[in-house]
T-cell receptor, first 114, second 113 residues
Framework: EPEVTQTPSHQVTQMGQEVILRCVPI?????FYWYRQILGQKVEFLVS????????KSEIFDDQFSVERPDGSNFTLKIRSTKLEDSAMYFC????????????FGPGTRLTVL | AQKITQTQPGMFVQEKEAVTLDCTYD???????LFWYKQPSSGEMIFLIY??????QNATEGRYSLNFQKARKSANLVISASQLGDSAMYFC??????????FGAGTRLTVKP
């Protein structure tokens, strides 16, 4: 069964460093998303991406975040200058359809900022 | 304002019994989708069930069913015949036309043997 994959599973970085989290969505899906979950808290929407551009972003997704689909398979989240409060689990998801499409989540990348 | 409200931070259920996890939502859109996800202790998010706002019948997927009451804006998840492996966090989520998906705070379900 096709699945969303994410690498790395765990990333440790120093405050102020740039990180890139990678995702490979399901191949025939057109909509891509990033979410984060701070430990013990709820899942928060960051950004949605369709047709090579951001379609929606939350207030969390500020100028230090960016997303890219550099080729036909990868979908990346870049955090330019990490802060301690960026430590969280980051989930990538993809769906075939928009509003009413079931979103399939990847296993997540745990980001730890020291 | 909270878009998705899950009022039960924790729930206990005896193995083999049914349990209902509550979810209420707030939207002015006519078209929206409601989702339930399971998050076991390993951390991954597992899709369980979906209900569209125009669906007249309650969604069912195996032991999961969604008790959709549109006028009350509630979308409760019912798990029948609970199993030990059902112990996990359960998140209700809603997707409106603007594409972003909002999650509730989650309910931690513990199934007792």
């Amino acid at each position: 069964e096709p699945e969303v994959t994410q690498t790395p599973s765990h990333q440790v970085t120093q405050m102020g460093q740039e990180v890139i989290l990678r995702c490979v969505p399901i191949s025939n899906h057109l909509y891509f998303y990033w979410y984060r979950q701070i430990l013990g808290q709820k899942v928060e929407f960051l950004v949605s991406f369709y047709n090579n551009e951001i379609s929606e972003k939350s207030e969390i997704f500020d100028d230090q975040f960016s997303v890219e689909r550099p080729d036909g398979s990868n979908f990346t989240l870049k955090i330019r200058s990490t802060k301690l409060e960026d430590s969280a689990m980051y989930f990538c998801a993809s769906s075939e359809m928009g509003t009413n499409g079931e979103q399939f989540f990847g296993p997540g990348t745990r980001l730890t900022v020291l | 304002a909270q878009k998705i409200t899950q009022t039960q931070p924790g729930m206990f259920v005896q193995e083999k019994e049914a349990v209902t996890l509550d979810c209420t939502y707030d939207t002015s859109d006519q078209s929206y989708g409601l989702f339930w996800y399971k998050q076991p202790s390993s951390g991954e998010m597992i899709f369980l069930i979906y209900q569209g706002s125009y669906d007249e019948q309650n969604a069912t997927e195996g032991r999961y069913s969604l008790n959709f009451q549109k006028a009350r804006k509630s979308a409760n998840l019912v798990i029948s015949a609970s199993q030990l492996g059902d112990s996990a966090m359960y998140f209700c989520a809603m997707r409106e036309n603007n594409n972003d998906m909002r999650f509730g705070a989650g309910t931690r379900l513990t199934v007792k043997p």
